[in-house]
């Protein structure tokens, strides 16, 4: 399975962006680029995900290189409430179990 | 909203007790999951399914059995809980093999 890279941890100040990047040079063709987020004692939340262009939602955008070896999630204003571990991933279509493979993530500090 | 279940939250029981834990959601998701997570450690899968009567072993070893046998339900059982067992259990299903997956609240197993 292709894997990615995050840094193990990044500190933002309240209401300005955050850029979390995730690198995954060895993503297939049929990989979809997925985001989930971890808040203290709760399960993980499905933040956005994405193929080739860039995504937007409301909680976050995602931008994907044009390589698709990188991407980054990008929250426009951080809150208190973002402060959690976020896990890039890749889900493959042909995958037989279609699970989610869980990395370290990276443990985003939100400070007031 | 994602709307997925997991009873018990919290559960202290004695070593060799069987214990089930449930997992229901109303989306009509075919495919659910099971995975363990240990304090501050990564997600791994344990078992999934891709429909009624359908299970498999995840990428992690687990001696838990799991049954489908409605689309809404996806119980975990332990015939005898060990000190091992002691872990958080969280629950999640899927529209599809490439839509995101939604996570219930879990369930913080302690065996003591």
């Known amino acids: 399975d292709a894997k990615t890279t995050q840094p193990n941890s990044m500190e933002s100040n309240e209401e300005e962006p955050v850029h979390l990047p995730c690198n995954h040079s060895t993503i297939s063709g049929t990989d979809y680029i997925h985001w989930y987020r971890q808040l203290p004692s709760q399960g993980p939340e499905y933040v956005i995900h994405?193929?080739?262009s860039n995504v937007n939602n409301r909680m976050a955008s995602l931008a994907i290189a044009e390589d698709r070896k990188s991407s980054t999630l990008i929250l426009h204003r951080a809150t208190l409430r973002d402060a959690a571990v976020y896990y890039c991933?890749?889900?493959?279509?042909?995958?037989?179990?279609?699970?989610?493979?869980f990395g370290g993530g990276t443990r985003l500090m939100v400070k007031p | 909203e994602a709307d997925i279940y997991q009873t018990p939250r919290y559960l202290v029981i004695g070593t060799g007790k069987k214990i089930t834990l449930e997992c229901s959601q109303t989306?009509?998701?075919?495919?659910m999951y099971w995975y363990q997570q240990d304090p501050g450690m990564e997600l791994h899968l344990i078992h999934y399914?891709?429909?009624?009567?359908?299970?498999e072993k995840g990428d992690l070893s687990s001696e838990s059995t799991v049954s489908r046998i409605r689309t809404e339900h996806f119980p975990l059982t332990l015939e005898s809980a060990r000190p091992s067992h002691t872990s958080q259990y969280l629950c999640?299903?899927?529209?599809?093999?490439?839509?995101?997956?939604?996570f219930g609240p879990g369930t913080r197993l302690t065996v003591l």
């Open positions: 989306m009509g998701h075919d495919k």
């Open positions: 399914s891709y429909g009624v009567n359908s299970t």
């Open positions: 994405g193929l080739t």
């Open positions: 999640a299903s899927s529209r599809t093999a490439t839509s995101p997956q939604y």
């Open positions: 991933i890749l889900r493959d279509v042909n995958n037989a179990g279609n699970m989610l493979t």
